[in-house]
């Protein structure tokens, strides 16, 4: 198991001393998918706009409650960098399938490609969240500042995911279809446009058992209330922790056998 | 010093598991097939034994599947042999996939730096070498424009400038390259001589005799993964039946 880890741990070692490739790979891919078109970059930042901008509107009970702005603007913001990270990594290596079979690249770097990819547009996303939030009241709180570290924590568990997800993918095909029917689910089991009222029955249990309402939490409830939500960052940080630990024992299991999956 | 130990290198992997195999497996082309553990296997690779040194030019032939490329992507460092081991000391540069990555959208010139990259040479290696590239590949103001807009022939010129722009300590190729219209393949044919001339150690996958009695001084005949046979290139070319 150690050896193993140890294993995953050198693959990773030697993608992130080629951060060069996978940082230049990951400007293509998000330059590739708005070239030639005349807004852009903004593009990202428009989506974001439009999806939260209906959903405000139509379950917002037309404006009055600003709380209820900047809880689903913050609550989107993560959900679209969870959306992404699960329906991407199921389809991780098969997309790197020429990569894979023709270098000799380490497999982390495809990871981190990835996770670059989607930090990218996230980081539009936020610029098209922080006018919102300050509109739905946001504060400029000392506990703002655990935004920062929060947004760490989801940047250390997307690889993690995308390397359990990606690797179990190749194996089992079958986990692309089942991921983007369960992600779609997920987007209503998750707290992101409605709340816990009263905290009890099934809304109540969901908040609190399902492991993504933390991981919007950390970022979400400096945003709304200028707290810092303890309880999410114990159980986010156990649960990286976990995947981190997961993902480097798979790494090491996996990284030179999944070539003879594609 | 250049060289290429294999010590009973073998290579298998798993049959899909979606693939149902009917009857006699026995076949003419590619590995062996064999059942194990509940899954079937391929035998691409069995008992491989060789060692290279510096000014070794080994060519290897056999039919379609007998392992030759397999052989090649375990040079290269793609597959991890199964069992056996493979010690290697030099650089190892492959010539086989030279369009792989190619970023239609880039321009030519954005190109040769991600292929660069890939193939891990440093910004300024690249940099030292992107003028001799773009000007080999003749492609003049063009390497600034997208390579969506070049023809296969212009592509191929650049895929080729970029990959054979480097010297390779040990050089694996599958099959000669070459590219362009009649004038470049001459000087596509000039610039990989010189390179084979220059390389350390060359392994050189071929179905084409008399390439390899050019190129190579050893041969190792691949049967259904394993070495049918293996000694010097004259001694190969002199066998009756083989021309």
């Not at chain 1, 000799?104 to 990218?120: C, E």
């Not at chain 1, 922790?241 to 090491?252: F, I, K, N, P, T």
């Not at chain 2, 290198?9 to 097939?33: A, C, E, I």
Request: aromatic content about 10%; some cysteine.
């Amino acid at each position: 198991m150690i050896e193993l880890a140890r294993r995953g741990l050198s693959d990773l070692g030697a993608a992130l001393r080629l951060r060069s490739v996978w940082w230049a790979l990951a400007s293509e891919d998000v330059a590739d998918s708005h070239r030639r078109t005349v807004l852009g970059p903004v593009w990202p930042l428009l989506n974001y706009l439009l999806f939260v901008g209906t959903l405000i509107l139509i379950l917002g009970d037309g404006g009055g409650k600003a709380h209820f702005t900047s809880y689903v603007a913050a609550g989107m913001l993560v959900w679209l960098f969870i959306n992404d990270t699960l329906s991407m990594s199921v389809s991780l290596f098969a997309r790197e399938e020429g990569f894979i079979k023709g270098t000799v690249l380490p497999i982390s770097l495809y990871v981190l490609r990835q996770t670059l990819v989607i930090a990218i547009r996230s980081f539009y996303a936020l610029l098209g969240a922080i006018p919102v939030l300050l509109y739905g009241g946001m504060e400029l709180t000392p506990a703002l500042l655990s935004v920062v570290p929060a947004i760490a924590v989801l940047l250390l568990t997307a690889p993690a995911v995308g390397v359990l997800l990606g690797i179990a993918a190749a194996y089992f095909p079958d986990l692309r279809f089942m991921v983007v029917n369960v992600t779609r689910l997920l987007m209503f089991l998750t707290p992101v446009f409605w709340m816990p009222a009263g905290a009890g029955g099934w809304r109540g249990a969901l908040y609190h058992w399902n492991p993504l309402t933390h991981y919007i939490d950390i970022v979400r409830q400096p945003m709304i209330a200028g707290t810092i939500a303890w309880n999410s960052w114990a159980i986010t940080l156990s649960i990286t922790a976990l995947l981190s630990v997961a993902a480097l024992v798979m790494l090491g299991k996996f990284n030179r056998q999944i070539v003879f999956q594609l | 010093m250049v060289s290429i130990r294999a010590t009973n290198v073998g290579l298998r992997y798993p049959v899909p598991r979606d693939v149902k195999l009917k009857g006699d497996t026995r076949t003419t082309v590619g590995g062996r097939f064999f059942a194990g553990g509940g899954r079937r296997y391929v035998t691409a690779l069995d008992d491989v034994s060789f060692e290279l040194r510096a000014g070794d030019r080994l060519g290897l032939v056999g039919g379609n599947g007998a392992g030759k490329t397999t052989l090649l992507k375990v040079l290269y460092g793609i597959y991890e042999p199964s069992v056996g081991s493979l010690e290697a000391e030099g650089r190892r540069d492959a010539l086989f996939n030279i369009g792989l990555g190619f970023r239609h959208d880039a321009t030519g010139r954005r190109n040769i730096v991600l292929r660069g990259l890939i193939n891990g040479w440093s910004n300024r290696e690249i940099e030292q070498r992107m003028e001799e590239i773009v000007e080999f590949s003749e492609l003049g103001d063009f390497i600034d424009m997208p390579v969506r807009s070049y023809s296969q022939g212009m592509s191929a010129r650049l895929a080729f400038a970029i990959a054979t722009s480097f010297e390779p300590e040990i050089l694996l190729m599958d099959e000669w390259i070459g590219a362009g219209d009649k004038d470049f393949q001459e000087k596509a044919k000039a610039r990989l001589e010189k390179m084979v001339t220059k390389a350390g150690i060359i392994v050189l996958a071929s179905h084409n005799n008399s390439l390899l009695g050019r190129v190579c001084n050893r041969i190792i005949s691949l049967d259904h993964g394993r070495i049918a046979w293996d000694g010097k290139a004259d001694e190969y070319f002199a066998r009756p039946g083989v021309k």
